[in-house]
């Protein structure tokens, strides 16, 4: 071993915080805590910031993906007698990723375009323009580091192909051409039921009989027409699971929570002038979030080491206390608190399990939804599954593909505009939950298959040229792909503070719901983001002072 | 700017206006020394956009600026540069000042100025317009001066319809933009632009484009106002028509000179009673016109030169338009039958007040019967001396199939010529319009859909039939604003209006219903034949009147114990001689102006009303005050008769009532009827016999 690479070494050795993984939750943690005036360290084993949420080059995101797929990572060669004090606990990682299947069919184009690629690993995603994450970029500043663009439209989706535009608004509901009148009536007139109900407005309150009830049975007794209702629980209100099917969705989604979908949805139209809907995508790919927080940390003085693995934590020998980590450059760096990325697990000495005051020391994060799986797409395509439109979310309810789709499947297509791949090109997301792999695939498979040519695999090299950008169906042909499933939750619960890994929301909410709780718990005494600093408005927008996102139009 | 709620002003703001307002008050008096020496240095044209900076609103300073610009402008060494500069400068100023109030009228027009000085670079205009649009929508100034602009650069409408509908669909809760649409389209339909060849083509889509707006969200009022232009524009016909004459084509008209001949068979419809020597020729248009003369109208008969017809307006303002207009024809003396044909609209120019030509040129006939003068002047008193109570009358009672010829309803020739304007497109758009709006009040209850719905079917029922006068609908139309009544009670008067509307329309739509309320006044002297009908509209509660193109044969009339306030368009009724609007709520005199043209009309029951009650008339504006030329005129040369009088506080009854020929007058039961009031009237009207029943010297 002569090819050590050269770590430099990390001055000081003590910090108050180390956090380990740039993904969000540990970004936003980083900022948080450099904020409340922490000394913080936070490290990455990658060359890149964002971790399991990051943006990544095309040829990039393979590897990517199979380092998390295994346990590559032996134990260390640390072993726990250098110390008197301190005992060594290997640090590895578990697999995250499973069944990753990536498919090229043409390469060439491709691998001449690789670094023009930032591709979301936990896509889809999107900002909703008045949702908990637009509203911490705002608070915290990181919008200086961030520009955004509206999504054009949402579609909701069938077997066949076609694409209904998803009446969002009093303005789209008038433009829509494939409502009737009286559908027009009444999902506008339910609109109003919401909004004045949330106004206060005493003639239009809902009751809170209705408010406990399943919101399914609400817009039932509104009367709205299936078409309606499924544009409003899986294309507004974002469900995930058959809210007319008891069997496979335990817990229905409440009337109260989904109006609460309603309201933040229709607050975020028309939040931001040159946001035409409620949707938002960061130019260069999602990635940039994370990044953004780390320069906020960074402003704050958080200290920054990538490519840097841990490969060991220090514990107290008496107390089975938490001291510090030690590098795979040798150094042993300290700290009052540690923050992991999810995906690493602890290796604790054969045969011992940790003590009692271990597991009380140490909070641990629970994951809310429990269920297993995602399974994420990627597709690249040189033509718009739309022609006249570049960026567009397409939601394909439960049963609309086949009866068996128990869960909604997700689609974003993101076009060179946000500067996420080359110019001419689209990058598709797809997404569904599911409860293993196969269930998964076959849902992404049967979108892919709905709405693009998947040419046959060249293994000969004869039929690689001549493909068209779209076949005679008018559909865009597949250039490249990959699915990959990801898991939910890793089903054990650990005694380091771990943070929670990417879910299988559209939005960052809960994710951030998930991350002020653990900063809570490792910071009870101080505030996340102390709304004061006039400092952080400094940002260069033309805008009305407070409260406003660099939006490209 | 829209749904913002006004918030008290704080300390500090009070405090901040306070010191606005004393600088101001500085800058202002120093501007005004300026201004009125004609000083119009850089130093003072700085000042004044100083001014117009903290204050747009400042007229005196805009136009200085404008005496400022010809000042520099007139300057012999004045060349294209500095003309250029001088007006950038306005325009700069313009916009500041708007951006300190984008409302402000002053500024707006001082760019218009500017631009009318022949300095524009338009598409600067439009990229500042576009700002102003966006900061909001609805602007109106912005919408004007787009306007201003799109004209002076000659742009075209349909990229300005595209530009506005782009608008719309930005946020369709915009009159502006709406007004803008209805305004483009009207030029272009005007033009015959391609794709704009005729309404047809046009409106059925503006209809689906606006149902869209409706029943997104039906409680927002633009969309119905764009609705209301297209209803419009779908039933007005574009040019005038002849609706209704009297006489009737082919009636026969018999005229005594008095009552009580016994002769003929004639019907008591067509006969008329007549002291004046002379009897009316109504023409009844669609729209007001103007240009009816004896050159437009030629009356052919043996015993009157055409151009001896004198053609009169009837309006009650004294504009040249009308929709009725009035010739009174001599009839002989001598000869005992005669037969006049009447040709209308031969040469064009009988016009539209839109500027639309009269374009079917139509001819009626009829003969006239005269009856020899056997005047006994006692008994003329007698028969005038109608009593208006109930038992006084009995229903009519047609005595054959061919006696009941109500005049003016069979009279169809004049418009048959014309029937084949009436297009289907029409009916089947208004038939769509109805059922749609049904679908709508299905699914929820909403006052202005309930009202369009009303006017809808009465506009369907009139262009479905338009010579049949039938009205399918009447009894819904009237439940329905029987419905707005309770629902919207603010706006109870105008429904309550609308509904008396219907109410009359369907009472005088058919022979049938008509004939219901024709009475004959019972008089012992004479026998049935050859009476006039009386016409009672008693106890219906009517708060307003119309319909009168089917009553011009109507010589006694019964308006009694309704809730009249208004008897606007009464002076078509040329034929009226006797008439009872007792027991309404006529407030007050000015309210009878339309009984002024009424020539024939002898006995008048004013009584229980509330004439004099309210000390401010409300209706007074439309009156022409004694202050004016005309009246004031008037007075002065008919001062002799009402000496001892003071007129000023009886100008109103001396106005209204000394130009009338009443044999009768009953005004009993108003607050303004005292002893004094009274014998003002005496004085004013010398043909007055009986004043609330009692016999005058």
């Known amino acids: 071993m002569d090819d050590i690479p050269p770590y430099p070494p990390i001055d000081p050795t003590t910090f108050d915080l180390i956090v380990i993984g740039t993904g969000l939750p540990e970004s936003i943690i980083a900022a948080a805590a450099s904020t409340a005036s922490k000394s913080v360290l936070h490290l990455d084993p990658n060359p890149f910031y964002g971790s399991h949420f990051s943006s990544l080059p095309l040829a990039d995101l393979p590897s990517f993906l199979s380092s998390h797929s295994t346990s590559p990572s032996p134990p260390g060669s640390a072993s726990s007698d250098e110390h008197h004090d301190f005992s060594l606990l290997d640090l590895s990682t578990r697999p995250l990723y499973s069944s990753i299947d990536i498919s090229s069919f043409s390469p060439d184009l491709l691998d001449q375009y690789s670094r023009k690629f930032n591709l979301d690993v936990a896509g889809p995603r999107v900002f909703f323009c008045a949702d908990k994450s637009i509203e911490l970029i705002l608070n915290t500043g990181a919008n200086q580091y961030m520009e955004f663009k509206s999504i054009d439209a949402t579609f909701v989706g069938d077997n066949k192909g076609n694409l209904l535009n998803v009446p969002d608004s009093r303005a ?25 109900h949330f106004a206060g407005e005493q003639d239009v309150k809902i009751s809170d009989e209705d408010l406990q009830s399943p919101f399914v049975d609400f817009l039932n007794k509104m009367g709205l027409p299936p078409k309606i209702k499924s544009f409003i629980l899986y294309a507004i209100a974002m469900e995930d699971y058959d809210q007319e099917d008891t069997g496979v969705c335990g817990d ?25 809907g409620a949707l938002l995508y960061p130019i260069y790919g999602q990635g940039e979030l994370s990044q953004a927080f780390c320069r906020r940390a960074a402003v704050k003085g958080c200290t920054y080491v990538l490519r840097m693995p841990v490969t060991a934590l220090l514990v107290d020998k008496d107390t089975g206390c938490y001291k510090g980590v030690r590098l ?31 597991q009380a020391k140490f909070p641990f994060f629970s994951p809310k939804d429990d269920r297993g799986k995602i399974v994420r797409g990627i597709c690249i395509t040189k033509a718009s599954l739309k022609p006249d439109m570049s960026n567009f979310l397409v939601v394909y309810p439960p049963r609309s593909m ?31 939950l599911c409860n293993d792999d196969d269930q998964g695939k076959k849902l992404i498979h049967a979108v892919m298959n709905t709405l693009l040519t998947v040419p046959p695999p060249i293994n000969s090299e004869s039929n690689a040229s001549a493909q068209s950008e779209t076949t005679e169906s008018g559909k865009p042909t597949l250039l490249w792909s990959a699915l990959y499933s990801q898991e939910l939750t890793l089903g054990q619960v650990d005694f380091i503070c771990s943070t929670p890994m990417p879910d299988g929301k559209l939005n960052y909410d809960d994710l951030i719901d998930a991350t002020v709780k653990l900063f809570k718990e490792i910071y009870p005494e101080d505030e996340f983001f102390p709304q004061t600093s006039s400092e952080n408005h400094e940002h260069d927008g033309d805008g009305d002072g407070d409260g406003d996102v660099s939006l490209e139009t | 700017m829209h749904g913002r709620p006004r918030k008290a002003p704080k300390p500090e703001d009070e405090a901040a206006s306070t010191a606005k307002a004393q600088k101001l008050r500085a800058l202002q ?20 956009a100083k001014l117009l900076e903290i204050n747009p609103e400042s007229y005196t300073a805009w136009n200085y600026r404008k005496l400022a610009v010809e000042h520099y402008l007139s300057q012999p060494d004045c060349n294209p540069d500095t003309a250029k500069s001088v007006l950038d400068d306005e325009l700069r100023v313009v916009e500041s000042a708007l951006r300190q109030n984008f409302k402000s009228y002053g500024a707006w027009h001082h760019r218009k100025w500017v631009l009318s000085k022949g300095h524009s670079s338009i598409d600067h205009e439009l990229r500042l317009l576009d700002k102003f649009q966006k900061a909001d929508f609805r602007n109106f100034h912005a919408w004007n001066y787009r306007r201003f602009v799109a004209e002076l650069m000659n742009r075209s409408e349909k990229d300005e319809l595209k530009y506005t509908e782009d608008m719309i669909y930005t946020n369709f809760s915009n009159y502006s933009a709406w007004h803008n649409r209805s305004v483009l389209l009207s030029a272009l339909l005007e033009k015959k632009a391609e794709g704009f060849l005729s309404k047809e083509n046009v409106l059925p889509e503006e209809y689906d484009f606006i149902h869209q707006a409706i029943f997104t969200d039906p409680d927002d009022q633009s969309g119905w106002f764009y609705h209301l232009w297209l209803l419009d524009q779908t039933v007005t016909t574009d040019h005038p028509l002849l609706v209704s004459t009297w006489p009737a084509h ?29 009897f009316p020729i109504v023409l009844y248009f669609n729209q007001p016109v103007e240009g009816v003369s004896s050159s437009t109208v030629v009356m052919e008969c043996r015993f009157n030169k055409n151009e001896d017809l004198l053609w009169e307006p009837l309006s009650v303002s004294n504009l040249q338009t009308a929709q009725v207009w009035v010739a009174h024809l001599k009839f002989p003396t001598s000869e005992l039958d005669s037969s006049v044909k009447i040709s209308v609209g031969y040469t064009k120019e009988i016009i539209s007040t839109r500027g639309s030509l009269y374009s079917h040129p139509s001819t009626f006939s009829f003969k006239v019967h005269v009856q020899p003068v056997e005047r006994d002047s006692s008994q003329v008193s007698v028969a005038e001396n109608i009593l208006w109570r109930e038992e006084n009358f009995k229903v009519y009672r047609a005595q054959s199939e061919e006696s009941i010829p109500i005049a003016s309803f069979d009279h169809l020739s004049i418009r048959n010529d014309h029937e084949s304007t009436a297009s289907n497109w029409q009916t089947e758009a208004l038939a769509k319009e109805v059922e749609c709006f049904r679908e709508l009040l299905s699914l929820m209850d909403c006052k202005i859909g309930k009202l369009t719905l009303a006017r809808l079917l009465m506009a369907y029922d009139a262009m479905s039939f338009p010579f049949a006068n039938k009205l399918v609908h009447s009894e819904e139309v009237l439940e329905l604003y029987n419905d707005l009544m309770k629902l919207d009670p603010t706006h ?19 022979k049938e219903s008509l004939l219901q309320h024709c009475f ?15 016409l009672r509209l008693n106890n219906l509660s009517l708060s307003r009147i119309r319909a009168f193109e089917r009553l011009l044969w109507v010589q006694i009339l019964d308006l009694s114990h309704n809730e009249l306030e208004s008897i606007e368009g009464l002076e078509a009724m040329q034929l009226l001689s006797r008439l009872s609007l007792g027991n309404n709520k006529l407030r007050s005199l000015t309210a009878l102006e339309p009984l002024r043209k009424l020539k024939s009309l002898r006995v008048l029951d004013i009584s229980y009303n509330q004439i004099g009650d309210h000390s401010i008339d409300t209706t007074r504006y439309l009156c022409s005050s004694p202050l004016s030329h005309s009246v004031g005129s008037e007075l002065n040369n008919d001062e002799s008769v009402i000496n001892n009088v003071a007129l000023i506080n009886y100008w109103e009854a001396f106005y209204m009532f000394k130009d009338l020929n009443l044999n009768r007058l009953d005004i009993v039961g108003n607050t303004i009827a005292d002893e004094k009031f009274k014998s003002v009237l005496v004085r004013i009207m010398p043909s007055l016999k009986r004043l609330d029943g009692e016999l005058l010297d």
Do not use: W
Request: aromatic share 10%.
């Open chain 2, 492 to 510: 109870h008067r105008y429904y309550k209006d609308e509904h008396s509307l219907v109410l009359l329309q369907k009472m005088t739509s058919s």
């Open chain 1, 328 to 358: 795979t450059s040798g150094q042993d760096i300290f700290s009052q608190k540690l923050i992991l990325d999810p995906t690493f697990k602890v290796t604790l000495p054969s045969g011992s399990s940790p003590s009692p005051p271990l």
């Open chain 1, 172 to 196: 789209a509901i008038f433009k829509d051409k494939s409502l009737g009148l009286m559908e027009k009536n009444l999902l506008m007139r339910f609109f109003k039921l919401v909004q004045g």
């Open chain 1, 252 to 276: 229905l989604l409440k009337t109260k929570d989904g109006i609460n979908q309603l309201a933040l949805y229709n607050a975020s139209i028309g939040r931001f002038q040159n946001a035409s």
């Open chain 1, 402 to 432: 086949f009866p068996e789709q128990v869960t909604s499947i997700r689609l974003l297509q993101i076009a060179s505009n946000l500067a996420v791949c080359p110019p001419g090109m689209f990058v598709l997301y797809i997404s569904a």
């Open chain 2, 250 to 278: 082919g009636s026969d008209v018999l005229l005594v000179e008095d009552r009580c001949q016994n002769s003929s068979s004639f019907s008591p419809f067509t006969t008329l009673l007549s002291d004046s020597g002379s």
């Open chain 2, 29 to 48: 008096t120093q501007f005004f020394s300026f201004h009125h020496s004609k000083i119009y240095t850089k130093e003072t044209v700085e000042l004044s």
């Open chain 2, 520 to 534: 004959q006044y019972k008089d012992s002297v004479s026998s049935a034949i050859g009476k006039p009908i009386c």
